[in-house]
């Protein structure tokens, strides 16, 4: 049986299993707060809990935001079941906004909160999450189809 957009699929799920292995490490080996010095200064492992959106915008209203990353990840699904076959760059960004987004929604529904652990300290960034890396390489990768997208129709 050949599976349609094969390589969201695959992308999806490393994206949610690489996501929550992660998490799992983290919360296994820090205390909440403990942070791990790997360039002391500008990077760090530092295990912290958000009840909010990127950057803890909306802290406390995850109610929300769980519903929301279960709409998107129902429509990206849909989208690769019932829509047409995706390029390889539309493949790997739906991909991997679905696995980000199921990453955080599942520590949503299961823990009312999202494990942060990434911590870049040199540009005084929010500690985030390998879902929310997933999900930034989506959008790039979405920007990157766009593009090629564009480019080729305008050589025809």
């Known amino acids: 049986m050949r ?3 094969r390589l969201f699929w695959i992308s999806a799920i490393v994206a949610v299993l690489f996501d929550h292995l992660t998490k799992y490490w983290v919360v296994k080996n820090f205390r909440l707060g403990e942070t791990l010095p790997l360039i002391p200064g ?6 912290v809990t958000n009840t909010g959106a990127a950057f803890s915008l909306f802290s406390g209203k995850v109610e929300w935001l769980k519903w929301l990353s279960l709409l998107v990840s129902l429509l990206l699904i849909s989208i690769a079941i019932f829509g047409p076959i995706l390029s390889l ?6 991909g991997f906004i679905l696995g980000g987004a199921m990453g955080n929604g599942i520590d949503r529904f299961m823990l009312g909160y999202v494990v942060d652990f990434l911590d870049f300290r040199v540009i005084n960034f929010a500690v985030f999450n390998i879902a929310d ?14 593009w090629q997208e564009r480019s080729t129709s305008s050589h025809r």
Do not use: R
């Open 89 to 94: 760059w539309e493949q790997l960004a739906y």
């Open 42 to 47: 500008v990077f760090h492992f530092t295990y």
């Open 3 to 5: 599976i349609k957009n």
């Open 133 to 146: 890396s997933f999900i930034s390489i989506g959008i790039f990768f979405l920007l990157l189809a766009s």
